[in-house]
């Protein structure tokens, strides 16, 4: 497990208590002379930019903000944390080797954030960093982690500057997955030869030790998955870590064994690789491969030789266009399943209709009528919803499939959406009224939602379902990909055309003899018992365009959604992310006037306080308050009371504070003062 979070001088208090002194990296004792025990000054001076002999700002340019550094956190697997007994210090001491390899992997890897006449950044001398080893969290549950401090400082030819952080960042998940390819070899070095219950992520977990066991000693994810990472952060851990420390008795003890052979050039293994490969996506990165590996291959490997195996397995494979500055690769297996997919699609009438012009001004409903009509046409078995009119929106794809759903349910067909998750079907439900796919069932027209995100591998197998007619949405309940998952259906998607230009429906806009959706019927219900009494009641909708939508219907005015000026005084409006001067996350407030010239305003906070906002960060950091996404209602912990678009269980915390809802039937007090207002 890797946790990467950008940090400041601030946190030099919290790594110096007292549990480990920390070391230096190689990099810093090369580059700035430090060894030994971690100083307070020192390491303070380092995330501050500064010398730490002489305290000498390094860079040459002083920008006006600027990032300390980050912490990356290798946490070793919670089974192995809790091993005890004679292979405990074996195994702790395989977790130190194992981060000083990955560590030693960025030293020689680092890059100013500086480019060359070419686009490349420039190499760096080095990287300066400390490790600090904790054997429990902060609950004070065994927990064997390291805290390698990272600082954004970095030197070439004598001239310092940033450093560039896209290895332990944006490949994040690739440097986990060498941490814990080392993890395991170092252990086979050690003479222990364990079975690892190996994740699609890379991530692994003894198999001696029960699962149970491994959630009974994670109080902290339970927290986190209960009430969101946030709050459970904020929370006060009872009793305090100190006196627990001493009190978690949890023995595992694995048995030592022969060291197993490492098997890297197994030809098998290359090809379960280039397997599980394909079934993710048609292309692929280099940390995608040193992923696969560490979720395929349970020997292990030293980082230099996982990296050496996965350069090799990419330049066996065939490159690819990719969209970014990483290279990206095919492989035979991944451009079979695309041509497959392709001849399935590729049947007679797969589709007839050509990519739609974007309309423009008051012509904008001509694009969904006639995406209404390409989808009810009598020919064409494949087609593709693409993005409304400024991005992808969800409301604008269900605002057509609403439209169709009665004419094909009228000629006797069954419609239903194959969505990922259950929140995504929930929307789906309420937005059209479509059920969902299960396995085993042959729809009459399946709604494929998030289909630019799936593989050929899945696509195939809805593809066999026998529907006679799918509709593959790209984007829907999430965002448009711009490199789809799938080669083959991105193809196919080029030769039939795909219905872009959409546009969505304003909630409460809907005129007598329209057309109206579920969604947008059940939403101007709401609205009117908003309206009704908006002062103490907050709309939700279940994803981030319904809230947008409900927040401008509920202002009833013209005003800019965002841009200087946006708020009024009587304007309820919420905190949506931590600024100077802000309450916590998820507090509502009402503006009771403005501040300066700028847009800024003052605003009283239902806890109590008061803020005068006038810089550009905390107002960015507010939003309008009138409608929220469920878990932005969850975390609120004022007495709102609250309507839902959507089923009254999509809030996993307050649901007697529910008093209208458009899923299924309220339960408890929520049905009781439901029934006290319709009396």
Known sequence: MLIVRAVGAGVVPYFLDGRHPGRWSPGATRLLGLAGPVRPRDLRRVLEGRDPASGAYLPARRPARRRGGWDLVFGAPKSLSLATGDPGPSLRGAHSAAVDEVVGYLDARATLFRRDAEGRFLPADGLIAASFEHRSNSAGEPHVHTHVLVANLGRREGSWGAVQSADWFVDRQGLAALYQLAL?????????????????????DLASVSRALVRQTSSQSRRAAALGRFDARRMPMEPPRREREAGTGAEVTPAPGPASS??????????????????????????????????TFAGGAGVADAVDWADGFCRRSLPTPSPTAAARWVTAAARRVDDELLRVLRSPGAGRHTEMDRPAGPDLEAANRAAVEALLSPGGRVHFLGSPVGGTDLLAQAEVISRCRPVWERAGCRVEVSAPTREAEARWAVLTGLAPYRPGHRPDVLVVDQADRRPSSDLLRLAAAGAGRLVFV??????????????????????????????????????????????????????????????????????????????????????????????????????????????????FGTVVGEVGKAGGVEVDWLDGSRSSVSDRRPLRSIGFGYAATPRLADRSPFPLEVLVLGPAHALSRGRDRVIAATGPELDGPARDRAAARAR
């Open 184 to 204: 395991r070899d170092q252990i086979r070095r050690r003479g222990l030869d364990l079975e690892w219950r190996l994740r699609p992520d890379g991530l692994a």
């Open 262 to 295: 490492p098997g890297l050039h197994d030809p098998a293994l290359e090809r379960a690789v280039a397997l599980r490969l394909a079934a993710r996506r048609s292309d692929f990165r280099r940390a995608d491969v040193v992923v696969t590996l560490a979720a």
């Open 474 to 587: 790209e984007g829907g309940t999430l965002p448009r990909l711009g490199n789809p998952a799938s080669h083959g259906l991105r193809r196919l998607a080029d030769e039939i055309g795909r219905l872009d230009g959409l546009v969505h429906p304003m909630w409460g806009s809907s005129g007598p003899g329209q057309a109206i959706s579920p969604g947008r019927e059940r939403a101007d219900v709401l609205l009117g018992e908003w309206r009704a009494d908006p002062d103490h009641r907050l709309l939700v909708g279940l994803g981030l365009e319904e809230v947008r939508g409900l927040n401008r219907a509920a202002l009833g005015t013209d005003r800019p959604a965002s841009g200087k000026g946006r708020f009024a005084p009587g304007d309820r409006v919420v905190v949506l992310g931590a600024a100077p001067g802000l309450p916590r996350y998820g507090t």
